[in-house]
């Protein structure tokens, strides 16, 4: 009998959110679901019937597909032009299908920038704890290493997300009250209104892939920010009623229109005691493309 796809679709949520948290990848996370579902599909009722735990079973055959992801992306990435970020999961809402997948605070851009400090097997072991609380003999497993390395992967990486402290989610009201007040200080140029609003140690992150103008280092510091965004919006006559208000890793964002000067923008952001402590800006057409993770298992 063919494995059933509803018994896998209740799944699908998890698998994708273990995915993505171990790329950063739209295009791997749906890539890496789909092999698992046909390695799954390809095993006999008998082998189906054995393993224990689907749930566990294909969460690590998701986690192994990732690891060689990474671990064939990690050239890359260094030779990547600017800071790299992930790409961005874009939902309408409650019932969007994606919903459930950026339901998790891991998934939030923050911590994601988080997880790109951590070597391939730390990043997997880490997610694979969180995810499942697995044993580390079956992350070990995963990660083709001893228990004891394997442990100690996970501890790393632990430390690591422990010591950068990525800032918790806010709530939707103070997200949007924020949001929507720098937009209008922005728009009226009151640069005055814009620090005020910025941390003081604020971060603005550009990923433009070298495909497209953006910044090449990170800009730190309210008031560059908000100088250069001045700078920017002038610069390319921009309009913020033409940003398209949206949820962005399931927090507020925006997405800025293609004009004849500027490309395409998704803007995600971070606040710190109400205060916008982080400016995530995905510019790079590869990381914008529509609908990437709308396609059902096995088609």
């Known amino acids: 009998m063919p494995a059933d796809p509803d018994a896998f679709e209740a799944h699908r949520a998890h698998l994708l959110r273990v995915g993505y948290r171990s790329t950063g990848s739209v295009v791997d996370a749906e890539d890496a679901v789909q092999d698992a579902w046909l390695r ?3 095993l006999s009722d008998d082998e189906r019937a054995a393993v224990r735990d689907a749930r566990a079973f294909l969460t690590t055959t998701v986690a192994r597909l990732c690891l060689d992801r990474l671990r064939s992306a990690v050239a890359r990435r260094e030779r990547y032009v600017g800071p790299w970020l992930p790409e961005p999961l874009i939902t309408t809402g409650p019932d969007d299908p994606l919903a459930a997948v950026v339901e998790d605070e891991g998934v939030r851009m923050a911590a ?3 997880l790109e400090r ?3 097997p730390q990043r997997v072991a880490l997610v694979l704890h969180e995810a499942l609380d697995l044993p580390y003999a079956a992350i070990a497993e995963v990660l083709g290493s001893t228990e004891a390395t394997a442990r100690q992967h996970a501890a790393r990486a632990r430390k690591i997300v422990a010591e950068a402290a990525p800032p918790r989610p806010s709530d939707d009201a103070e997200q949007i009250a ?3 007040a720098f937009a209008t200080a922005l728009a009226s140029g009151d640069h005055a209104a814009m620090v005020a609003l910025l941390h003081p140690d ?3 992150l550009a990923d433009g892939g070298g495909t497209v103008k953006a910044a090449r ?11 250069l965004l001045l ?4 610069m390319y006559e921009l309009e913020t009623a033409e940003w398209t208000p949206l949820l962005v890793n399931g927090a507020a964002g925006v997405r800025t229109p293609a004009t004849d000067a500027a490309p395409e923008t998704v803007t995600s952001f971070a606040l710190t005691d109400g205060r916008i402590s982080a ?3 995905v510019v790079s057409p590869e990381k914008l493309g529509p609908g990437k993770l709308r396609r059902s298992p096995g088609r």
């Open 202 to 204: 604020a971060v603005l």
């Open 279 to 281: 400016i995530y800006q």
């Open 40 to 42: 799954w599909s390809a």
């Open 217 to 227: 280092r990170p800009v730190v510091g309210a008031d560059k920010i908000a100088r």
């Open 231 to 234: 700078a920017l919006f002038d």
């Open 118 to 120: 951590l070597t391939p």
């Open 178 to 180: 924020v949001l929507a």
């Open 112 to 114: 994601m920038v988080v």
